[in-house]
């Protein structure tokens, strides 16, 4: 197979520095606090259209893949937003809104559950919300304004597709397209910010902006808190692996803490899967230290195109992911459509774009002796992967539907994991 058909093109495995502490390390729970995805947890699912998302079973294709359990946890319907993404801005804008508050009227703490009822409405008319976005997570940010009645504005680059345009602009959001590209966009957001008076709501962290992306990825966590009950409630264990697509690597982390939060040292082991063109956390795993990479072509999974790890995200990362790897865009609509047609198990299954990385790292691994034994993979292996999107540009999803002359299967000729015994 040339190497850009191969399912997985490069693999860093059993880092050593994330087999350390066997319990939640201290260094994770500085990052994200047990009391913070519980306030975060107490808050979202009181938002009105709160339900959990499903968790599918694609007992189709663990048998496929040789496996004894494969989770899919289905966010394509989450508050109609259609990703994961609606955990994090939304939550990170509202608590926001209550800290500008309390700033300006000393001496008062408004409850969330005031602002989003319309009780400082007069006030909150004078806070903007802003944040660079590829369209998730501005799409999270301008629903928390409108549930806040605070202004947005949402600054995207050229490359950002009409349809995920619009989606903001419906709610709202005053939405601003420039010619360059996400960088340009972080830093043209960055100085208009400045310039006005403005907040930033960014799902990424740097040198001297944490508390925000970090309340962002508090919201994620309820995700993770759905998984383990959702589990539990059906009798099953937790899951042996977890199979987890990253762009910053906020969703990576979130989850990896709030699993190692809850289960310990039982925690799953965690496998990063991230486009090649945007390999910011595998370049990280390498380096043993935060890197940004260079986009020098887009990748189809538009939400996972970005070139720098979130500092924050890295933190719970560097401990607690052993592995690492990149695909490339081959298989995103193969595996996009194997989903769609109901053969994966499940039922049939609307997988965006950025849904589907995770599946393909697990497709591409069992398929591959030497990886699969290196993973740990077998038999018994219980496996997750997130869904975190369903068709959040419904354009994008029809063309994506259309098979390709030059696609390759879903699943490799070699599928399987095989086994020494
Ligand atoms: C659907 C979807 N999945 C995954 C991600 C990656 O999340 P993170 O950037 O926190 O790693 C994104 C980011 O926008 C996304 O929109």
New binding site residues.
């Given amino acids: 197979m040339p190497p850009s058909r191969r399912p997985i093109i490069r693999a860093h495995l059993n880092r050593p520095a994330a087999s350390g502490p066997d319990s939640c390390p201290e260094a994770v729970f500085d990052v994200l606090s047990e009391e913070q995805a519980e306030a975060a947890w107490a808050e979202i699912t009181t938002w009105p259209g709160y339900a959990p998302t499903p968790l599918r079973a694609l007992d189709a294709l663990a048998d496929r893949l040789g496996i004894a359990a494969l989770h899919y946890k289905d966010e394509g319907e989450r508050f109609g937003l259609g990703?994961?993404?609606a955990l994090g801005g939304s939550y990170a804008v509202l608590r926001h809104a209550a800290d500008w508050l309390a700033e300006w009227r000393p001496g008062e703490s408004p409850s969330l559950a005031s602002i989003r009822e319309g009780a400082h409405a007069e006030a909150l008319a004078g806070l903007t919300v802003v944040t660079a976005t590829?369209g998730?997570?501005g799409r999270s940010v301008a629903w928390g304004a409108r549930m806040a009645g605070c202004r947005c504005r949402i600054y995207i680059h050229a490359g950002v597709s009409e349809g995920r345009r619009e989606a903001m602009a419906a709610l709202d959001a005053e939405v601003v397209r420039i010619d360059g590209d996400y960088d340009d966009s972080v830093h043209l957001c960055a100085r208009e910010a400045i310039a006005n008076g403005w907040t930033i709501i960014s799902?990424t962290s740097f040198d001297g902006y944490m508390e925000i992306p970090r309340t962002v990825m508090a919201g994620y966590t309820v995700m993770a808190s759905e998984i383990l009950d959702q589990l539990d409630r059906t009798g099953k264990a937790p899951p042996s692996h977890v199979f987890v697509?990253?762009?910053?690597?906020?969703?990576?982390a979130a989850v990896c803490a709030r699993f190692w939060q809850r289960l310990g040292p039982k925690r799953p082991r965690f496998v990063v899967i991230e486009p090649e063109q945007a390999a910011c956390c595998f370049e990280s795993a390498l380096g043993d230290r935060p890197a940004t990479v260079t986009i020098e072509t887009e990748t189809v999974m538009a939400?996972?195109s970005?070139g720098e790890v979130s500092l924050l995200a890295w933190e719970v990362l560097a401990r607690g992911v052993s592995d690492f790897l990149t695909i490339g865009d081959e298989r995103v609509g193969p595996v996009m459509r194997l989903l769609a047609a109901g053969e994966a198990g499940g039922g049939p299954i609307t997988a965006?774009e950025?849904?589907v990385p995770g599946l393909i790292g697990l497709i591409g691994a069992a398929a591959d002796e030497t990886l699969a034994r290196a993973l740990g993979l077998a038999a018994e292996s219980r496996v997750l992967v997130l869904g975190?999107?369903g068709a959040?540009d419904p354009a994008i999803y029809r063309a994506m539907m259309v098979p390709g002359p030059d696609d390759p299967p879903a699943l490799p000729a070699a599928s399987g994991v095989r086994h020494d015994d």
């Fill in positions: 990703s994961f993404k590829d998730n997570h799902d697509q990253a762009g910053v690597g906020g969703l990576a939400g996972l970005c965006g950025s849904a975190c999107e959040t």
